[in-house]
């Protein structure tokens, strides 16, 4: 029961409301009365403290680690069935089954709980987290607590207690098949608190392959909505997953409470206050590889003739 409970209102706090207070700053006009990104704080404390999340990602600011080892996936392939849900903040499906993560130099075990995702209008800018200044057009979240722990309160008092894996989209000339459940699911969740059930769906198939997982960020921060807890160690990825324009655009046919287009739904990024983005040694190849192709294609350019 209590490994329910905690399932259950892991969705409510990650994206609480505090009294339906916070919004995103799409919803705010002269006559709401929400409280925008940059008045969080005023709902709840903790969104101005320092160690807040998203962050831009600066590369060649960040620090190699050697211990960001591949990570180890158990369940990430058992299909299951599940509930995706309009909560009035963003789209939301709860993961039912036994997946965890391991691995890539996190303390434990962390066992999935549910994902959600943030976008922008229709298909543009809407990514949460920033790589070198640069927003993606929407950003999927898998929210993992310690495997140890069986109330989510427990694991939120802990400064590591909560792991999300967060995975970028780009637009693609080609439709991402994979996904076509989960967007045609969308067309039922119009309104707030609309639900539809999310048939045969498995974690791996919505994610890169594993071989594709390797090149990965890392940093300790917060919940991206109120009460913005910073008990969050990020893990962000380089590859990014291809969807096409049409089903990127799907997100934005959903409404918030209000029946405005549910739109803009991320939270700018925050100060990084002298924290330390460690870099996995995949990504420290590939961003060397990119660094030298770019000194060679300047050399080649300051040394052709006028």
């Known amino acids: 029961m209590r490994c329910l409970l905690s399932a259950y209102l892991l969705p409510l706090i990650l994206h609480s ?105 229709d298909g543009g800018p809407g990514s949460e987290h920033t790589i070198d200044g640069e927003q993606y057009p929407m950003e999927l979240h898998i929210v993992h607590m310690k495997q140890r722990y069986n109330r989510l309160e427990d694991a939120l008092r802990d400064p590591s207690g909560v792991a999300v894996l967060g995975f970028f989209y780009e637009e693609s000339s080609s439709s991402n098949r994979k996904y076509d459940l989960f967007t045609h699911g969308l067309r039922s969740i119009q309104n707030t608190n609309g639900n539809t059930t999310l048939r045969k769906v498995s974690l791996n198939q919505l994610i890169p392959p594993e071989s594709n997982m390797t090149n990965y960020y890392r940093y300790d921060g917060s919940l991206t909505t109120p009460g913005c807890t910073e008990a969050v160690v990020w893990t962000v990825f380089e590859n990014p997953i291809p969807l096409d324009r049409e089903q990127l655009r799907a997100f934005s046919t959903l409404k918030f409470h209000d029946g405005k287009p549910m739109v803009g739904t991320f939270r700018p990024v925050q100060p990084r206050n002298g924290r330390v983005v460690y870099r996995s040694s995949s990504a420290a190849i590939a961003a060397s590889a990119v660094l030298i192709l770019a000194s060679i294609c300047a050399a080649f350019g300051l040394s052709r003739p006028n």
């Open 17 to 121: 409301c505090t009294g339906a207070d916070w919004c995103y700053q799409t919803q705010v006009s002269c006559d709401s009365h929400c409280k925008g990104p940059d008045q969080w704080s005023k709902v709840n404390a903790d969104c101005g403290k320092n160690r807040q999340s998203p962050i831009n990602i600066v590369t060649k600011k960040t620090k190699l680690d050697e211990r960001l080892t591949p990570f180890k996936f158990t369940g990430y392939q058992s299909v299951f069935d599940s509930t995706m849900k309009n909560n009035g903040h963003s789209v939301q499906v709860s993961i039912p089954i036994t997946a965890t993560v391991s691995g890539g130099n996190l303390e434990e075990t962390y066992k999935a709980v549910q994902f959600h995702l943030h976008w922008g209008t």
